[in-house]
């Protein structure tokens, strides 16, 4: 069995997506009075105003978003999903995700909401993939 390897690599992309949003906020920190808190980094992060708390949420959506994803790729490779599809999904799920970061710190709500109705609706679809293939 071949691996689907531009899936593959959507999924590495996809977790490096996870953390862009959490150095975008980062910088934000260095900002705040006294520097970067090493010793209390989620206190220093829950005061985070405006985009930087914004990008701070997109990162935990990031954590919350990416398991389901990365094993929704596994689930349909092993099922033998139709590779065309899989790859098609796998990119879309991509894309979706970085319009997703960009609607989250422009403060873009509908968008935002719209963008993750569809990588949700993605994962399913991977995970269902095997079923019609």
């Known amino acids: 069995m071949t691996p689907p390897t531009v899936a593959l690599y959507c999924v590495v992309f996809a977790y490096f997506l996870v953390y862009l949003p959490h150095f975008i906020a980062g910088s934000q920190r260095?900002?705040?009075p006294g520097g970067f808190d090493n010793k209390n980094?989620?206190?220093q992060t829950a005061r985070l105003e405006g985009w930087a708390k914004r990008a701070s949420a997109a990162h935990l959506n990031g954590l919350e978003t990416f398991a389901p994803f990365a094993i929704s790729i596994v689930v349909a490779w092993v099922g033998h999903g139709n590779p065309g599809t899989l790859t098609a999904l796998a990119l879309a799920y991509v894309a979706i995700r970085v319009l997703y970061?960009?609607?989250y710190i422009g403060d873009l709500?509908?968008?935002r909401s719209l963008l993750w109705t569809g990588g949700?609706?993605?994962?399913?679809a991977?995970?269902?993939?095997?079923?019609?293939s």
């Open 126 to 132: 991977l995970f269902l993939l095997p079923l019609f």
């Open 109 to 111: 709500a509908p968008i």
């Open 30 to 32: 260095f900002k705040q």
């Open 120 to 124: 949700f609706a993605v994962t399913t």
């Open 41 to 43: 980094p989620r206190e």
């Open 101 to 103: 970061i960009g609607a």
